[in-house]
């Protein structure tokens, strides 16, 4: 089956602008993670969404949000973006329950100049 | 506050030789714990994981153990061979938290030939 697919992977933006990332969880996943990973802060949970619910939120500014489609697709969106965003956005899909594997896409490789 | 502490963050061997990856959590009630490779440009991984109620599982060559008592998880990978070199992370899933992974800070595993 098709594995969670990311778009787009890579994006170059400006201080201050917005971008959105879109995630396509494997068929079936119905739970959503954001993780946003930097060589000094390693994997860090920014939310997860189920069923269009926010169910976990971590330790972002309001500025990082996101959202949920009746598909399970899902996106994350940074407004007034800063040089610190510069990152690799990963999304994973679980199935509903938890302790359940965690399968990463390749990720969008955003880069703020 | 939820943690993963990892160590080393670097570790060096031989082709052949024995690798050994430690972590420490702080959520005593956190039950699942997953161990990703991530190779460079990749995404991460699963390649083991252990649950609370097992003390340690094996898969060929890698195994993860498990001490409750003391809030720490190891992964060993024996007879290591060039492609195993990674990067390595542990997690501990939040109790209560569904798909909320918290992840270590990475350990860089080179295997020479």
């Known amino acids: 089956k098709a594995g969670v697919t990311q778009t787009p992977r890579y994006l170059i933006k400006t201080r201050g602008q917005q971008v959105t990332l879109s995630c396509s969880p494997i068929?079936?996943?119905?739970?959503v993670s954001w993780y946003q990973q930097t060589p000094g802060q390693g994997l860090q949970f920014l939310f997860e969404y189920f069923s269009e619910t926010q169910r976990n939120k971590g330790n972002f500014p309001g500025r990082f949000s996101g959202r949920q489609f009746s598909n399970s697709r899902s996106e994350m969106n940074v407004s007034t973006l800063e040089l610190g965003d510069s990152a690799l956005y990963l999304c994973?899909?679980?199935?509903?329950?938890?302790?359940?594997?965690?399968?990463f896409g390749q990720g969008t490789r955003l880069t703020v100049v | 506050g939820e943690n993963v502490e990892q160590h080393p963050s670097t570790l060096s061997v031989q082709e052949g030789d024995s690798a050994v990856i430690k972590c420490t959590y702080s959520d005593s009630a956190s039950n699942y714990f997953p161990w990703y490779k991530q190779e460079l440009g990749k995404r991460p991984q699963l390649i083991i994981d252990?649950?609370?109620?097992?003390g340690e599982k094996k898969d060929q060559r890698i195994a993860v153990t498990l001490n409750k008592t003391a809030k720490h998880f190891s992964l060993h990978i024996t007879e290591t061979q060039p492609e195993d070199s990674a990067v390595y992370f542990c997690?501990?899933?939040?109790?209560?938290?569904?798909?909320?992974?918290?992840f270590g800070a990475g350990t860089r595993l080179a295997v020479h030939p």
């Open positions: 997690a501990a899933m939040v109790s209560g938290g569904y798909n909320k992974l918290i």
């Open positions: 994973a899909s679980s199935l509903a329950t938890g302790n359940t594997e965690a399968f």
């Open positions: 252990i649950r609370s109620n097992v």
């Open positions: 068929s079936g996943h119905r739970s």
